[in-house]
């Protein structure tokens, strides 16, 4: 199937052209001529699919022939993140070019009062965050009674996010008679209630299975403990040949430390979280795609959904405690058939985050060995050089990481009856010599 033949317009089949896209991806050729329809769709995507375009396209086709009256917006997509928000503005640059469409960007962390002004113009295209949404709704600067799309992105992380009360707010305060879209990778039971509340007899279309991983993603764990986690991210850096790389952390307050500590020893890394100023977030970014960074500390938060050509590299300094994140952070690299690889660091006492993972991928994590020995718990050996055959002695690591046994795996606190554990062959010289 073509993009000619979903029954988009000569302006923007020129700009997908100038792109180098010839053919849609599944979600776009499912999706599209639904929005075309002016149904209501709810789309179940994982990032990475091209669901951006399978909304922004339509879109331009449906508000290409009308015109926005002042602080009246025709359209209204919401986004969970600032980054995310922008990504979606660029699409509509790239596909929209040769249309005489509107667009403004509300997010926090930028210009309020330029934001107003374009408002005060009129926009076609709406793209906001749920805060500034309602900060300028309150402050009498906007009306929402003309919105004839509404576009719900990204909703089980604004589940998570905490939301979703805005959402309610929001579209409590839009005309009922509107198009709506909703996009998620997820379908959580609280986000089946939103579809029911806010769509009317939506068509649902699907791609993949909810947090599946992509065959292009080669997927590595490596056991170690808290002490050694940086050491060992470290030495693993320095094995791969990194090009670019996301380094996912579970907390905030754990990344510029990280950050700092790789560019003590060397790497070129810089942090990106949410309680980052907008300018620093967004001149960090804009580094990193034109290749000025190599590596990105950072959050969910911060980096869902952003799609980095060719990113070569993803690392989860921690296991994700949700597998669904996990199958996002690594859904950064591996992207439009390119190759990418994927690292996990993972403790003893993070092994249920691990066997959740795996329950949820419906495969194990291959365990790689920093000591090039035999690996004890699962095969293959993974090795760091590009051959994956050094020689023995080219194998510069100082301790083998062993994976705990699945078998053995109780709470730390927990009594197992064995009583107390002797010193073995190590038998202090203070005992029983005579």
């Known amino acids: 199937m073509s993009f000619k033949e979903l029954g988009l317009s000569e302006n923007i089949l020129k700009a997908i052209n100038e792109c180098g896209y010839t053919e849609p991806t599944p979600i776009q050729a499912q999706a599209i001529p639904h929005v075309l329809m002016t149904r209501d769709l709810v789309g179940l995507a994982q990032t990475g699919t091209g669901k951006t375009a399978g909304f922004t396209l339509p879109m331009i ?11 009246m917006p025709r359209s209204l997509i919401l986004e969970p993140t600032r980054e995310l928000a922008a990504q979606v503005a660029e699409n509509f ?65 604004m ?90 952390c579970n907390r905030k307050k754990d990344i510029a430390g990280l950050a700092s500590w790789l560019n003590k020893k060397g790497f070129d890394a810089h942090p990106l979280h949410g309680d980052m100023v907008q300018s620093a977030r967004t001149r960090t970014l804009e ?74 991928i419906k495969k194990p994590v291959p365990v790689a060995t920093l000591a090039g020995e035999k690996e004890r718990e699962r095969e293959p050996k993974l090795k760091f050089q590009e051959d994956r055959k050094p020689p023995r002695h080219e194998q510069k690591f100082e301790k083998k990481i062993d994976a705990p046994q699945r078998s053995e795996r109780k709470p730390d606190r927990e009594d197992d009856g064995e009583g107390v554990v002797g010193f073995g062959s190590e038998m202090p010289s203070f005992f029983g010599k005579k």
């Open 61 to 71: 086709e449906i508000l290409a022939g009308g015109r926005a009256k002042a602080r």
């Open 159 to 248: 589940l998570d996010m905490g939301f979703i009360p805005d959402i309610e707010k929001i579209v409590s305060r839009l005309p009922p008679m509107r198009q709506t879209l909703l996009f998620s990778a997820t379908m959580p039971p609280e986000i089946k209630v939103l579809t029911k509340k806010f769509l009317s007899n939506p068509r649902e279309v699907s791609v993949a299975p909810p947090a599946s991983t992509a065959d292009t993603v080669e997927q590595f764990m490596v056991w170690t403990d808290h002490r050694k986690k940086y050491d060992v991210l470290g030495d693993i850096i320095r094995k791969e040949k990194v090009q670019n790389a996301f380094i996912f």
């Open 287 to 360: 580094e990193f795609k034109e290749g000025k960074i190599t590596l990105l500390v950072c959050s969910d938060v911060a980096a869902r959904g952003l799609d980095i050509k060719g990113l070569s590299h993803v690392f989860n300094f921690d296991v994700p405690m949700n597998p669904d994140d996990y199958v996002h952070r690594i859904g950064r690299t591996g992207r439009a058939g390119m190759a990418g690889r994927a690292w996990m660091l993972a403790t003893k006492d993070e092994t249920k985050y691990v066997d959740a993972i795996e329950k949820r």
């Open 93 to 157: 640059d790239t596909y929209g070019k040769y249309t005489n469409l509107s667009k403004a960007l509300l997010t926090g962390g930028t210009s309020l009062d330029e934001q107003i002004k374009k408002l005060d113009r009129g926009v076609d295209v709406l793209i906001a965050t749920p805060g500034r949404l309602l900060d300028l709704f309150d402050r009498g600067r906007i009306l929402l009674n003309d919105i004839k799309i509404l576009v719900i992105d990204e909703a089980d992380r």
